[in-house]
């Protein structure tokens, strides 16, 4: 029988995604819920967590004498907390190489455009004015490269000729929010497998 992953997200504001996975998954029992993390003590997100009785800590870089003290911080805290997981949520900073190294394969994240198409900031914006047809979002691994890392899922949506950044937006959340749920499970009941950079599913 499977052990229950111990889960931790990552946020920096309003915490749908983060709110759509607790509640998704609330009932799953290899998904516990143990951390949400925060680089912004203000963020929206926070009380949501507190309100699903989630333990929540926040604390920022600059509050830190050197990036490398502040990744030490965030690795010790995932190590006390034994986390299995980390779901990036709308967390605005680049998670270091050393961080990345303490959890191989063990950070995924939420990004509002069909990778490789759009990575960065502002994409669903990007997408109007390249002018697609389709978009749509993606939940993938990091690596050291922005919106780079291995594939485990994306779904599209059209775009038409109406469709502004928030109407867009807004046709893509709804998206990320059934898939990242469904990554996580996915995840969670060890049906990933990435073999050179190609993530393989073994549906639950
Ligand atoms: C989402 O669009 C996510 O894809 C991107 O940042 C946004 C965060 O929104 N990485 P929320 O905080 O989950 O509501």
Redesign the pocket.
């Known amino acids: 029988m499977t052990k229950a992953k111990n889960v931790a997200i990552f946020?920096?504001?309003?915490?749908?995604?983060?709110e759509a996975l607790m509640h998704n998954c609330k009932d799953d029992p290899l998904i516990n819920f143990c951390l949400v993390f925060s680089n912004n003590a203000s963020a929206q997100?926070l009380e949501i967590a507190q309100n699903f009785g989630v333990e929540t800590k926040a604390f920022n870089k600059k509050e830190f004498e050197s990036a490398d003290a502040f990744d030490d911080a965030i690795i010790a805290l995932l190590r006390e907390k034994e986390i299995d997981l980390v779901c990036?949520?709308?967390?605005?900073a680049i998670v270091s190489a050393k961080v990345i190294h303490a959890f191989p394969n063990k950070i995924i994240?939420?990004?509002?455009s069909l990778l490789p198409s759009f990575p960065g900031l502002n994409v669903q914006q990007k997408a109007i004015d390249y002018g697609v047809k389709v978009a749509g979002?993606t939940v993938h691994f990091i690596d050291e490269k922005v919106d780079h890392g291995p594939i485990i899922t994306q779904k599209s949506v059209e775009v038409n000729h109406n469709d502004t950044q928030e109407t867009l937006?807004e046709k893509?959340?709804v998206q990320?929010h059934k898939i990242y749920s469904e990554a996580l499970k996915l995840f969670c009941h060890d049906k990933l497998e990435i073999i050179d950079r190609i993530v393989h599913v073994n549906n639950i």
């Open positions: 946020i920096s504001g309003r915490g749908s995604n983060m997100g990036l949520a709308g967390y605005m994240n939420i990004h509002p979002c937006t893509i959340l990320e």
